[in-house]
């Protein structure tokens, strides 16, 4: 099985700044990496998929980057909407997998 | 647009039983792959099971391997989730999700709800 681990598990911001983060791979998973987010009583949303494919009505300031096994997802300038948990997901190997999730919250 | 609505959840002792529904709307549903995952309370998500879009292949997460079965019919656009012998470890809501490219092993473009399912006596 694949793990992923997510660094940092919370990421302290204020709105406006950029968020950077990480996602790292036990073993190669190629491209296939996804990013979503999630808001508390919500369900996840798609955000990135293939490490840098932005899903559809995702905002330019969601960019995902990476390859193998570590992946990066930045926020460039945050919005107070995107203060919520994200997680990665892989879907090289079966069982597909996700991180434990990194939380930006407001600084 | 897409819609995914699940049911089916509730409280249930452990040992039992319990079917889980998810109805689709707005794409053709015998097109794509579905899966569900769960997340526990307070929890980071988990993938249990995916069915083709024939629903002629499955497959499961080792946790729930032998005592759930995913199932589809495809004329009712409604895929299933038929648990049993549950057991504490297994209450979580669970969403049902598309997967985005239509296959089995490919990540998830839409999300329903959530039901929860909760075991304990």
């Known amino acids: 099985e694949i793990v992923l681990t997510q660094s940092p598990a919370t990421l302290s911001l204020s709105p406006g700044e950029r968020a950077t983060l990480s996602c790292r791979a036990s073993?190669?998973?190629?491209?296939?990496l996804a990013w979503y987010q999630q808001k508390p009583g919500q369900a996840p949303r798609l955000l990135i998929y293939?490490?840098?494919d932005r899903a559809t009505g995702i905002p330019a300031r969601f960019s995902g980057s990476g390859s193998g096994t570590d992946f990066t997802l930045t926020i460039s300038s945050l919005e107070p909407e995107d203060f919520a948990v994200y997680y990665c997901?892989?879907?090289?190997?079966?069982?597909?997998?996700f991180g434990g999730g990194t939380k930006v919250d407001i600084k | 647009e897409v819609q995914l609505l699940e049911s089916g959840g509730g409280l249930v002792q452990p040992g039992g039983s319990l079917r889980l529904s998810c109805a689709a709307s707005?794409?053709?549903?015998?097109?794509?792959?579905m899966s569900w995952v769960r997340q526990a309370p307070g929890k980071g998500l988990e993938w249990v099971s995916a069915?083709?879009?024939?629903?002629?292949?499955?497959y499961y997460a080792g946790s729930v391997k032998g005592r759930f079965t995913t199932s589809r019919d495809n004329p009712k656009n409604t895929l299933y989730l038929q648990m049993n012998s549950l057991r504490a470890e297994d209450t979580a809501v669970y969403y049902c999700?598309?997967?985005?490219?239509?296959?089995?092993?490919?990540?998830?473009?839409?999300w329903g709800q959530g039901t929860l399912v909760t075991v304990s006596s």
């Open positions: 999700a598309r997967e985005g490219t239509g296959y089995t092993d490919s990540h998830f473009d839409y």
């Open positions: 707005g794409f053709t549903f015998s097109s794509y792959a």
């Open positions: 069915t083709s879009g024939s629903g002629g292949s499955t």
């Open positions: 073993q190669s998973v190629s491209s296939y």
């Open positions: 293939d490490a840098s």
């Open positions: 997901q892989q879907r090289s190997n079966w069982p597909l997998t």
